[in-house]
């Protein structure tokens, strides 16, 4: 699975293919450790944060796991997709750890933190233990180098600004003493905390002074990547696999995690095995112990098989048709709210979907703090109504029922990504009812680096846009479609609600009170779903893992990304 893309991202470096066949005044916020339990996730799959297991934990032992996409690069500050934010996960550790359940913001290598009034001052007190695996100390000063070069890229190293979306307006971080650092900002950030734990594209992880000096090429090597994470890096070979040694001395993993010292297992191989049926072979004759990207047909099977399947709802927002407001013919909001209306979402439970996964009813996951229901009004199957917005719109059927205005055929261009498994046939589905109504949906649904290279055109040549954004903060919305940052509309100031979309979606970085922020997230979701119509929600995606019975303690976190440092194997 992938996110969308950052627009800064998408200037990163072209890669060969070579698929293997198999391989105000006073601090309003201050926060002390707290621990946190883990709900299990038993054989029956399902939301949870680390899967069941029996027995006491045994240290040693190789885990080979598999993915369907590979990692571009080493470098975790700089990759989008799960492989490499799975994998950078376990290289790099965060200022903060986000409970997946209830979306707490907890310690990990800041032990507290205080916030101003105006929500643009944060300051952290860091642990004093932490080392990076070179032997160097993780303290205020690599806080403020690791948020800065994040920031703001090095023109000189080839670093791209690959924090510039996640915290806009940031100023500086001052080091105030060897273990206290203050992050300021421009302007109110009221997710500044939760980004500080965030773990999908484009993380903040921290990587040491001495890697923070190598180029964006020099940090090919995996042995140039250096971090604070319970695994450092053996190899990596593009497109074939990576390999993750266990970190010796690691002992500051998130509180909330109940898990104490060094990393259970002695390695890790991700292996790339673009294929399904190659991945589910693979785990039935041992080859590997456990794979992410489970087909949904292949679920219950590996089941009765007696392999375990575990699962965790991805955070953030929705699988979505993101709609071009600015082209033809979905500039137009009768074609918008038509395609909305047009589709029958049980269908695509019952047909496509397992019960790992949901039908979209909002824009936002509903594990998301201030996710509203919206399946009644806008997100209602009404194919009746849906051709009365169009005939009302003077789109009237063409011979071949396809319907046309001034000669132009309603034909809506989409563009996709290939790598989640319910994807493509999640998209057809929706094309086959549209059809129904008069509109033609013409599907490309293509690989990551095609998409990538593809959706650098989407203002231009894309009505839709088909992918997600993982992050556990209803800020999300206006990270992915504020015309100031995601653009995911691609809005020009001409667009009828311009102002008023950036106006409502910023709001929600102005107040860190839970009440208050669930009514602007409210708003923000009927703003961009019901009143300008310029996101159809599908489905709300998964991170499905198939495993050996030997497997136990894999961790989900509040993004859905995996963390091994908990993870054993029994014989």
């Not at 233990?129 to 920031?151: I, L, P, W």
């Not at 090597?221 to 994470?229: E, F, H, L, R």
């Not at 292949?298 to 600015?326: C, H, K, M, Y």
């Not at 979209?360 to 229901?373: H, I, K, Q």
Request: hydrophobic fraction near 40%; aromatic fraction near 8%.
């Amino acid at each position: 699975m992938s996110d969308l893309p950052t627009s800064i991202e998408r200037g990163g470096p072209a890669r060969r293919k070579r698929w293997p066949f198999i391989a105000g005044g006073g601090a309003v916020a201050i926060v002390a450790a707290t621990a946190i339990g883990w709900a299990a996730v038993g054989a029956n799959g399902g939301d949870g944060s680390a899967a069941a297991s029996d027995g006491e934990p045994v240290s040693g032992g190789t885990l080979e796991f598999a993915l369907i996409d590979y990692q571009r690069s080493p470098d975790p500050q700089w990759g989008t997709n799960y492989a490499e934010s799975i994998i950078g996960n376990n290289i790099v550790d965060k200022l903060t750890w986000q409970d997946p359940d209830t979306g707490e913001i907890t310690p990990w290598l800041a032990e507290s933190w205080e916030v101003d009034d105006e929500l643009t001052e944060f300051t952290f007190h860091l642990r004093d233990d932490v080392t990076f695996s070179d032997g160097s100390a993780f303290d205020a000063e690599a806080v403020k180098a690791n948020f800065d070069q994040y920031v703001h890229g090095d023109d000189a190293l080839g670093i791209l600004p690959n924090g510039a979306q996640l915290l806009r307006g940031y100023i500086e971080t001052v080091v105030d003493d060897e273990f206290t650092a203050t992050v300021r900002f421009e302007q109110p950030i009221a997710s500044f905390l939760q980004a500080s734990s965030f773990t999908a594209n484009a993380q903040p992880g921290f990587l040491s002074l001495a890697t923070l000096e190598k180029s964006a090429e020099e940090r090919t090597d995996p042995q140039n990547v250096i971090g604070t994470g319970p695994f450092v890096y053996e190899s990596w070979d593009e497109q074939v696999s990576t390999v993750l040694v266990k970190r010796e001395g690691y002992d500051w993993a998130p509180e909330a995690t109940g898990h104490e010292g060094e990393a259970y297992l002695d390695r890790i191989v991700f292996n790339v095995i673009p294929e399904a049926s190659v991945r589910t072979g693979a785990l039935r004759s041992g080859t590997i112990d456990a794979t992410l990207d489970v087909g949904t047909t292949d679920e219950e099977p590996l089941r009765e098989a007696g392999f375990e399947i575990i699962s965790r709802q991805v955070s953030g927002t929705s699988i979505f048709f993101n709609f071009n407001g600015s082209i033809a013919p979905t500039n137009d909001i009768a074609v918008r709210k038509a395609i909305q209306l047009g589709w029958d979402r049980e269908a695509l439970e019952q047909t496509v979907l397992t019960d790992s996964y949901s039908v979209a009813t909002s824009v936002l996951a509903d594990t998301v703090p201030g996710y509203v229901d919206l399946s009644d009004d806008a997100l209602r199957y009404d194919p009746e109504a849906a051709e009365e917005l169009l005939d009302e719109a003077g789109w009237v059927p063409g011979a071949d029922g396809i319907r046309e205005k001034d000669g132009q055929r309603l034909s809506v261009e989409l563009l996709g990504i290939s790598n989640l498994v319910a994807n493509k046939p999640a998209y057809e589905s929706v094309q086959q009812d549209l059809l129904e109504i008069g509109v033609e949906l013409n599907l490309s649904v293509v690989p990551l680096v095609d998409y990538a290279a593809q959706v650098t055109r989407a203002a231009t040549d894309w009505n839709v846009v088909a992918a997600n954004r993982s992050r556990n903060d209803s800020a999300v919305l206006n990270l992915q479609y504020s015309p100031l940052l995601g653009n995911g509309s691609s809005l020009t100031d001409e667009f009828e609600g311009y102002d008023d979309i950036v106006e409502t979606l910023g709001a929600l970085e102005t107040t860190l009170d839970p009440a208050e922020r669930a009514e602007l997230a409210e708003a923000a979701q009927r703003l961009l779903v019901e009143e300008y119509a310029l996101v159809n929600p599908i489905y709300n995606p998964s991170q499905v893992i198939a495993q050996s019975s030997t497997v136990h303690g894999i961790i989900f976190d509040a993004q859905a990304r995996n963390h091994f440092v908990d993870t054993w194997k029994s014989e």
